[in-house]
């Protein structure tokens, strides 16, 4: 017999066996997405930053459009989804192969920092049974925040500024990864997955991304 997975006033309950199936597929879908990603940072590696940028608009655009296909076809969201996890790898190709070709071993600790990270905040917002919403509404407004710190960041010296800038995106992050993990436990359906996916693979990303940056200050 399935059991109530539900949270007293917080939102619709799934079945043990529901929540199971969600979690396994849309950790498929950060899986393979993450695939994708890897595969458009290889055909990017020779790109400029101006055409990473690019890239990076229309993997945005593809963000977006999700949003509307997610009730009407979920083969179309999922096929979005792939292009995301493609363009996002062509925009941050450039970045990827400097490092590689500079420092790979700061690619390395950053990726194994990432995987601890995430499985960490990851298990804590899966596991706790209080409300996070309010974390996710909290963190959504300190990354306009962290957004406006960076752009000063550009025209104003900072001592130790960027170091700053990274260890507060990775606070806000951990908000974020608690946040959609316990949205696994809330969703009301494997209909959800494929944003499910986005959120935490976007979680993912930026994670490593600042970890990046950390790792490769002392070279």
Request: hydrophobic share 55%; with cysteine.
């Amino acid at each position: 017999m399935s059991e109530s997975l539900g949270y007293p006033g917080i939102g619709p309950t799934l079945t043990r066996d529901s929540a199971h199936s969600l979690f396994a597929q849309t950790m498929g879908y950060v899986a393979v997405t993450a695939a994708i990603f890897a595969l458009g940072a290889y055909l990017g590696r020779h790109l400029s930053y101006g055409a990473g940028f690019v890239a990076f608009i229309v993997a945005f655009l593809c963000l977006i459009a999700m949003r509307f296909t997610a009730t009407r076809s979920q083969g179309g969201t999922i096929a979005l989804l792939a292009a995301f996890g493609l363009l996002i790898g062509v925009a941050v190709a450039p970045t990827l192969a400097y490092y590689a070709s500079t420092n790979p071993r700061v690619l390395w600790q950053a990726g194994g920092a990432t995987a601890l990270f995430i499985a960490g905040f990851g298990a804590a917002g899966y596991a706790t049974r209080r409300d996070l919403s309010a974390l996710g509404r909290i963190s959504f407004w300190a990354l306009l925040a962290l957004i406006i710190f960076g752009i000063v960041l550009i025209f104003v010296h900072i001592p130790h500024g960027e170091l700053i800038y990274c260890v507060l995106g990775l606070v806000i992050f951990a908000g974020f990864t608690m946040f959609d993990f316990q949205r696994l436990r809330r969703s009301q359906g494997i209909g959800s997955a494929p944003l499910l996916a986005a959120s935490i693979f976007l979680d993912i990303l930026n994670v490593f991304l600042f970890f990046l940056r950390i790792f490769s200050r002392g070279d």
